[in-house]
């Protein structure tokens, strides 16, 4: 070689030097793959900051935990854009809730000062499966990665002075062995959760506090890289220290985060997506992941703790599910856990007839959460999941038990929104004559059970309850109960006790059977419209008819009515400023016009114009919706996600259908962002949807196929798709308003003489 090509090399080798020594300094603890566009896997494509700053009310969360997994966590921060960390968390209990348990690593004599550190922060990074933070007032490198009921942190320590790590439980008690830490902390009153955590290397120095604050301290004086793992348990701390040693053997960060990346890319990779843009796919998965977030398993090697009666139960092989509220998720997130996930959908729908029977009463759970039963919302649409999952093949539940509890839960516990108590007169004026009454202004409360907050909530009770008793129908008439399943089919029409003839608009009506005077169906109703709605305005109420949509379009004066009553709400102005109608309305945000894109009720509304003969307008609206309201960026959702209740809407959107009646076994088709789905049925199913030519502009069906054959309509059956399937839909930028329109989707059976 020449005395060039010697200097050459040279200068090669030591760029190649200085390369790795800057990308080891950068990287520090935060070692992980980068990944190309090429090579990126589903969880690649998430972004848990999506849509956590609130456009009014509660965001969304960065949680970091693995699919329905009882161990999650999340920044415990005022808001997205807090500039404190409140300590680190080891888990948070419930979707909203703060973190049972804190952890404050510190430097220097700061750990005898706080039970709990309040950080400035930099360099976070966080991924469904790993959370990773700078605390630089600290000097201190943070890294983490959970297992199901197990985690690991490790630290990295800069300075050269006394590294501390600062447990703390709020109302618990902590201690350490010489080897190990453990303790538990009440969640409410009766519930616990228990802490067993084992470090890396036995700390020079421990120091322990009681109290309402309870800590300990394990200080080091000299080592820099400090790690804990550690088990949860809501049995006990021995329980929680099996889970730690059944789930994680290591202290190695890595090794943890990979595997639960593998983990993540199971679940999210069981529909795998093609086409689109990236900001497309990023708003997907991360959909998602949220549809993952609950609710959470708590069984522990074959037992589990029931807040619903105290004790702890062996689960005789079906694991035991809590933390769901079945007002938003029934709608659309469960009936997606069907197709992707029934074995685990199976397991749910046991739980809850379990917690039916540990409470005592045998109430069908409302808002089951790890505390117990919240009966928060109104209704009871724990009896939809039960027909939607029976009627498309997952039967490896009781249907006569959970019959039995759908309707005790209906006809004994009173109808009162948030209320857990038994039923009262407004519930026995519900069973003779078919509605919720409405006080008049000025008329005072009579019935106990009414919360004076949320109130009777006349209109959105009435119509619910309606759906519900058709879902009981159903369940009857698969038992072949048929004089029940009749009574209860003529009571799903209760909803036409409210329709004002005149206005075409659902309308609060007194004891008396009179319409209650000057109702503004845009701003009645008090805060949140809780006189006579809930959430929402009249507007939105008008179409929560989802198991007769037919007679809908009947009562409204047929399609052309329908449509036009369809196009006037998204016209229909807010009709004073933004602050005005928001702080009367909180939740009926995302607005278009009057629709709401950012509360459940309004998720099936606009796949309605398949019913009236105007698919087109649904392919349209449901497009405009997503690009307006779904983005990839942390305002990205437009109000409260509701751990998969909202997202869930997006997931199915962007697939292309959706199912507006859960408990009928039918999906309305929609407007696929996407080019290709595949999405894994199990057992060797797969469910193809190939939209060729789908993109922004193209957005409208030319024609289809199901399964090879020509499709005419806008609606598929889940028979059709059970055993895999493809549909082959032609896209264009134009409306094909021929397509889909012969056979409108169906409803309830007519009603019985």
């Not at 706080?114 to 605390?135: G, N």
């Not at 843009?277 to 037992?303: A, H, I, M, N």
Request: glycine share 8%.
């Amino acid at each position: 070689m020449t005395k060039k090509g010697y200097k050459i090399l040279s200068r090669m080798l030591v760029l190649i030097l200085l390369l790795f020594i800057f990308s080891y300094s950068q990287t520090g603890c935060f070692k992980e793959k980068t990944r190309s566009e090429e090579t990126r896997e589903p969880v690649d494509y998430v972004n848990p900051y999506m849509g956590n700053i609130s456009h009014l009310l509660v965001p969304t969360y960065p949680t970091v935990h693995l699919p329905n997994s009882i161990l999650r966590v999340y920044p415990e921060r005022d808001d997205y854009t807090g500039d404190r960390l409140n300590g680190l968390p080891l888990i948070v209990t419930s979707h909203r809730g703060r973190s049972a348990f804190s952890l404050s690593p510190c430097q220097g004599s700061k750990a005898t000062r706080q039970p709990v550190i309040r950080y400035h922060y930099d360099q976070e990074k966080i991924t469904p499966y790993r959370y990773q933070v700078y605390l630089d007032d600290e000097g201190i490198e943070v890294d983490f990665a959970p297992s199901h009921q197990s985690a690991i942190y490790r630290f990295h320590f800069e300075r050269d002075t006394t590294s501390s790590l600062i447990f703390h439980s709020r109302k618990g008690e902590l201690a350490w062995d010489g080897k190990a830490l453990s303790g538990y902390q009440y969640v409410d009153a009766k519930t616990k959760v228990y802490l067993y955590a084992e470090p890396e290397h036995k700390p020079e120095a421990t120091v322990g506090m009681g109290g309402s604050d309870a800590t300990v301290i394990l200080a080091y004086e000299k080592q820099k890289d400090v790690a804990v793992r550690y088990g949860i348990s809501f049995i006990s701390t021995e329980q929680a220290r099996k889970n730690l040693q059944r789930e994680i053997t290591t202290f190695d960060v890595n090794a943890v985060a990979e595997a639960g990346r593998a983990v993540w890319n199971d679940a999210l990779g069981k529909i795998k997506v093609s086409g689109g843009t990236e900001d497309d796919k990023q708003v997907f998965y991360t959909s998602l992941y949220r549809c993952y977030e609950r609710p959470v398993c708590l069984s522990e090697d074959g037992q589990y703790y029931s807040a619903f009666d105290g004790q702890v139960h062996d689960d005789d092989g079906h694991p035991f599910y809590t933390d769901d509220w079945l007002w938003d998720t029934y709608r659309a997130t469960h009936p997606l856990r069907i197709l992707i996930d029934p074995e685990r959908e199976n397991d749910i729908l046991h739980s809850f007839l379990l917690m039916a029977e540990q409470m005592g009463t045998n109430w069908m759970p409302t808002f089951p959460e790890v505390t117990g039963d919240s009966r928060r919302m109104n209704s009871n649409h724990g009896v939809a999941t039960l027909i939607d999952a029976w009627r498309k093949g997952v039967r490896g539940f009781d249907l006569e038990k959970g019959y039995q509890a759908a309707k005790a839960g209906i006809e004994e516990k009173t109808l009162a929104p948030w209320s857990g108590k038994p039923a009262g007169w407004l519930d026995a004026f519900y069973k003779e004559h078919g509605y919720i009454p409405a006080l008049r202004p000025g008329e005072k409360e009579t019935d106990p059970n009414v919360s004076a907050w949320e109130k009777r909530q006349p209109v959105a009770v009435t119509l619910g309850t309606a759906y519900d008793q058709w879902c009981l129908s159903q369940i009857a008439a698969e038992l072949g109960k048929q004089e029940e399943a009749t009574h209860y089919l003529r009571c799903s029409y209760n909803y036409r006790n409210l329709f004002h003839p005149t206005t075409r608009f659902f309308h609060p009506k007194d004891k008396d059977g009179n319409f209650i005077k000057d109702v503004d169906y845009r701003y009645s109703g008090g805060v949140g419209a809780r006189d006579y709605y809930d959430e929402n305005n009249g507007y939105v109420y008008r179409w929560d008819v989802q198991h007769n949509v037919a007679d809908l379009i009947a009562l409204m004066g047929g399609n052309e009515m329908f449509v036009a009553s369809l196009d006037s709400m998204f016209d229909t102005p807010l009709g004073m400023s933004k602050w005005g109608f928001y702080a009367f309305l909180p939740d009926h945000t995302g607005n278009v016009g009057m629709y709401s894109m950012a509360n459940e009720p309004s998720l099936h509304i606009p796949y309605l114009y398949n019913y009236a003969g105007q698919p087109w307008k649904t392919q349209k609206r449901v497009r405009s919706l997503l690009d307006q309201w779904f983005r990839n960026d942390v305002m990205g959702v437009p109000g409260d996600e509701d751990g998969g209740g909202m997202s869930a809407f997006v997931v199915f959107s962007m697939m292309g259908f959706y199912p507006v009646t859960p408990g009928m076994p039918v999906y309305n088709v929609g407007s696929p962002v996407f080019s290709r789905i595949q999405m894994d049925l199990g057992g060797g199913k797969q469910l193809e949807i190939v939209a060729d030519g789908a993109s922004a502009e193209n957005k409208y069906i030319l024609s289809a196929t199901l399964n090879g054959k020509p499709l005419d309509r806008c609606w598929f059956e889940h028979e059709a798709i059970a055993q895999g399937g493809v549909l082959h839909l032609q896209m264009g930028p134009k409306a094909n308003r021929e397509w889909g329109i012969v056979t409108p989707p169906p409803s309830a059976e007519g009603l019985p003489e």
